[in-house]
Every structure is written in structure tokens, then in C-alpha cells.
């Protein structure tokens, strides 16, 4: 990734709000692909890759961080297997374009569908 003087390396984006949790991506992260969820002073982040023609989506702890957990960590890793594609999107918008994306916010809960699931919750 090469730096600008864009404004956006500058900053953290919240990209998301979804019951509570804000989604966000830090000012100089770098791949893989992967979006912070953090509530109150619990965080995870959720790394997206892509193995087989099938998006994966992997959850791990923050370095210094307590991990979300319960109803929280379920909603984070749910919102994240149904925007996936979106929040790939996302991030080559921020980091390969510099463009900040304005914050979308949801107030319904999603359910999660039966053939998805996350693998390393909070690894």
C-alpha cells in the first residue's frame, strides 16, 4: 500500500453500526483483509479470505484487547458472513483509493443463515 497525503491514513473509519458494535477499519492496517468490531472496550476483528472460490471469514483476538463474547461476538461474526462482499469492497475503497466510506448503520438483527459458519472464534 502506498501512503498518501490522503486524509484517511490519518484517522480510523467507522464503517458500520450494528446493534451496538461499531465496525471499524484502523488508519494503517494492512492485509489480510479484516474489519474491527468493538464495543465499549471488548474488540475482535474478523480477517476475510478467500480459499477455494469460497469466502471465509475468521475471527481472532485484538493484541491488548478482551475479545467480544456471547450475543456480541455472535452478532459481529453473523454481520460479517452477510457483508463480506461488501466489506472487501470497503476496504480497497479506504486503502487502495483513499476514499471514507460514510457510516451505515443497522438496527435489525440478522439471522444467520444455516450453511454459514466462522471458524476460530476469537483465536
Not at 491514513?9 to 489480510?32: C, S, V
Not at 475468521?58 to 457483508?83: A, C, Q, S, W, Y
Not at 470497503?90 to 451505515?104: A, C, L, Q, V
Request: aromatic share 12%; glycine share 6%; no cysteine.
Amino acid at each position: 500500500m502506498q501512503k498518501t497525503e490522503n486524509k484517511h491514513y490519518f484517522h480510523m473509519a467507522k464503517i458500520y453500526y450494528y446493534l451496538g458494535i461499531d465496525f471499524i477499519f484502523h488508519k494503517n492496517d494492512y492485509p489480510p483483509i479484516h474489519i474491527h468490531g468493538k464495543r465499549g472496550e471488548f474488540e475482535s476483528k474478523a480477517e476475510i479470505t478467500l480459499k477455494n472460490g469460497k469466502i471465509i471469514v475468521l475471527i481472532k483476538k485484538v493484541r491488548g484487547k478482551l475479545p467480544l463474547k456471547g450475543i456480541d461476538l455472535n452478532n459481529f461474526t453473523t454481520f460479517v458472513e452477510e457483508h463480506s462482499v461488501d466489506i472487501i469492497k470497503k476496504w480497497d475503497e479506504f486503502y487502495n483509493k483513499g476514499i471514507t466510506p460514510k457510516t451505515k448503520r443497522y438496527e435489525t438483527r440478522i439471522r444467520r443463515k444455516n450453511n454459514k459458519s466462522s471458524k476460530g472464534r476469537n483465536s
